[in-house]
């Protein structure tokens, strides 16, 4: 079976599992709010998707992105997800001769995209206590250069969970502005933050602000996120679209139910995740050799480091795996420090990280001695 086929049908046992325990994707499967399941019976019903959508997105959604980000003046473009939206930009900025400058770890897809348009990718480590496991502005200052083109941050940051002030992004944004970067703020977990400030609110000439509602709302299996930026920029990117025909017509109308709720759906959900990763802590304290670099993430996940206990991630990922528990090892975001730690997904029903903290004693243990692994993506 070739590598394409062989991952594919990886995912496919999964969704066909009716047992599992979604940790590891970072998905929300919280229930729906109510108004939000109304939009979408609705949209069926009424049979709205027969047409197609308009190429940006439906006006009122649109509009509602950028009200929601605070962004008057902005413009939003709807798009398959957050990942198409960083695909566009990425093809919009990178080629052969150009840069791109993130963090290690960080998201892997967008370093993908540049290198295949032929840029040069620089990945600054940050996974170390000397910087509270954050990007500073004195190592990005240090890897930016006329050949710089794009400045890629993840905020917060995937899979660490850590989060960068106000004033990070202006300092992001001045060196960014300082040698002509665009600056793409990856902000899919913002919703879970304590605060956030879009990076197009400091630097409106050269950066766009990218949104996710699978995260926030849910909606992974519906495809739907968006970027933002100013008139002028929003061109150069929309002018290399390739979804000319918009975005599902169900999952916008869902996604402007959403927004229309989100204060709301966001006070119920926010202390039930806060609280997950409260139970995932405590269970870690409690295992020798484990430790949770960045105790207070702020996403809808944790890390939960296992190099010091002597446990392959793969394994005990593998192990949880057998008995319908699925978490991520390091790898899929980072060659570099993957071989350190799990990654814990937290927006889920408090039962399935009860399960997941009961069996973690017991996996661990079994994880040390597990040595025959098949693939894991």
Known sequence: MSDFEEKNAFFDRLVSNPNVRWLGQNTNHFPLHPKVREALEASIRDENFHVYAPPAGVEALREAIVADLGLPGARAFVTNGAVEALAMIVRAFCGPGRDMVTTDPGWKWPILFARRAGATVTEIPIWTPETNYRLTPERLRAEVGPNTAVIYLVDPNNPLGVGYSAEDIEAFAAIARSVGAILIHDSTYRDFADAHTPATRVYPEGAVTVVSFSKWLGFAGLRLGAFVAMPELMEKIAAVSDAPLGCSM????????????????????????????????????????????????????????????????????????????????????????????????????????????????????????????????
């Not at 991520?328 to 993957?338: C, D, L, V």
């Open 250 to 377: 169900l999952a916008q109308a869902g996604a402007l139910a959403g927004l229309s709720v989100k204060a709301e759906w966001m006070a119920a959900i926010g202390p039930r995740q806060r609280a997950n990763q409260a139970m995932i802590a405590e269970a870690v304290d409690k295992l020798p050799g484990f430790s949770m670099p960045v105790p207070d993430s702020q996403g809808n996940f944790v890390v939960v480091e296992c190099i010091e206990a002597g446990i392959r991630p793969e394994a005990l990922v593998a192990e949880l795996g057998a008995h319908d528990v699925m978490i991520r090892q390091g790898a899929y975001h980072t060659p570099r420090f993957g071989h350190r730690f799990v990654k814990v997904s937290t927006t889920v029903p408090e039962a399935w990280v009860r399960d997941f903290v009961d069996l973690l004693p017991a996996a661990v243990e079994r994880a040390r001695t597990l040595n025959d692994l098949s693939s894991l993506f």
